[in-house]
C-alpha cells in the first residue's frame, strides 16, 4: 500500500527535493507550528494550576469525567473513520471515501456538541473566562481546540462536496454543491440545539423517556428542520455521474486526516492534563 501512495503522491503531484508532496510539506510544516502553539497554551493552563487563584472555582465539583470520556473516545473513533476515508481514496474507492468522510464530520459534530453542553454547563456553575485564572487558561485552551475542531469539520464538508464534481465539465454542479453546504450548515446548528435542549431537560428531571420526550418537543421545529437537511443530504448523495475525483486526490484527503489526527492527539494531551490530572 505504501508504494502505491508514493506511486499516487509523485504522479499527481508536485514534489519537493525531498520526494515529499508539496502540499504534504506544506502540512507537516504548518502542525509544527501548531505544536509550539498548543506547547505554550498547555504549558501556561499546567503553571497555573500549580499556583490557583484564592477562592477560584474547585475542578473536581465542576468536571463530569464521564461524558468527557464520552467525547474523547467519540474523537478518537473519529480518527478510525479518517483513517479508513485515507485508505478507501487511495484505492480510488469514492463511495467508501464519503461514507467515511460522513462518519468522521458525524463524529466530529457529537464532540463539538459536548463541548458546547459542558462549556453551558460550565458557566452554570459560576466558571467563566472571568472567574479566576483556571477558567481564563482553561477556556483558552479547550476553546481554541474546539476551533480547530470546528475547523476540521468545515475542510471534511468541503471536501465530501468536492467528491460529487462531475467528470464532464459541461455539468453544472454548484448550484449543488451549495445546496449540499447549506443543508450542511442546517443539520449542524439544529442537532446542536436539539442536543442542547434534551440535556437541559434531563438535568433538571433525569434522563428518562418522558424527559427526552420533552426536550424533543420544545425543539419541535428544529427536529423538523435536521429531519429535512438529512433528507435533502440523502437525495443529493445519490449521484449516478462519472465524478472528478479519485486517487488523484489522495494527498488532499491525507494532508486532511494528518490534521485531524493532529488535532485527537493534542486533545488526548489536554484531557491528560486539565481532566485527569485533577483526579491525582
Not at 500549580?50 to 474523547?72: Q, R, V
Not at 445546496?179 to 436539539?194: E, G, K, P, R
Request: with cysteine; hydrophobic share 50%; net charge negative.
Amino acid at each position: 500500500m505504501s508504494a502505491h501512495a508514493g506511486t499516487i503522491d509523485h504522479h499527481h503531484d508536485h514534489t519537493t527535493t525531498t520526494g515529499i508532496p508539496n502540499k504534504k510539506l506544506f502540512m507537516w510544516a504548518f502542525l509544527a507550528s501548531d505544536c509550539m502553539f498548543f506547547g505554550a497554551l498547555i504549558s501556561t493552563h499546567v503553571i497555573y494550576r500549580l499556583h490557583p487563584t484564592p477562592d477560584g472555582a474547585d475542578p473536581l465539583k465542576i468536571f463530569s469525567l464521564e461524558l468527557t470520556s464520552f467525547s474523547t473516545f467519540i474523537l478518537l473513533m473519529s480518527s478510525l473513520l479518517m483513517a479508513l476515508a485515507v485508505g478507501a481514496c487511495q484505492k480510488g474507492k469514492v463511495e467508501a471515501t464519503r461514507k467515511m468522510i460522513l462518519g468522521t464530520i458525524f463524529f466530529g459534530l457529537i464532540f463539538l456538541g459536548c463541548q458546547v453542553y459542558e462549556f453551558t454547563h460550565f458557566v452554570h456553575l459560576g466558571l467563566t473566562l472571568n472567574s479566576d485564572m483556571f477558567g481564563a487558561t482553561f477556556y483558552t485552551l479547550t476553546g481554541t481546540h474546539g476551533v480547530h475542531v470546528a475547523i476540521g469539520v468545515l475542510w471534511l464538508v468541503f471536501m465530501y462536496i468536492r467528491t460529487f464534481k462531475p467528470a464532464d465539465v459541461s455539468k453544472a454542479w454548484v448550484g449543488r454543491a451549495c445546496l449540499q453546504f447549506a443543508a450542511f450548515a442546517v443539520a449542524t446548528v439544529t442537532i446542536m440545539i436539539i442536543m442542547l435542549a434534551v440535556t437541559h431537560v434531563g438535568n433538571e428531571q433525569g434522563y428518562t423517556l418522558a424527559a427526552i420526550g420533552a426536550g424533543l418537543q420544545h425543539s419541535l421545529i428544529s427536529c423538523i428542520a435536521f429531519v429535512a437537511s438529512c433528507a435533502t443530504l440523502i437525495a443529493l448523495g445519490r449521484s449516478s455521474w462519472a465524478v472528478d475525483f479519485g486517487e488523484a486526490n489522495a494527498v488532499d484527503v491525507e494532508g486532511m486526516g494528518l490534521y485531524w489526527h493532529f488535532v485527537d492527539i493534542v486533545w488526548i494531551v489536554i484531557f491528560t492534563v486539565v481532566y485527569l490530572l485533577e483526579y491525582l
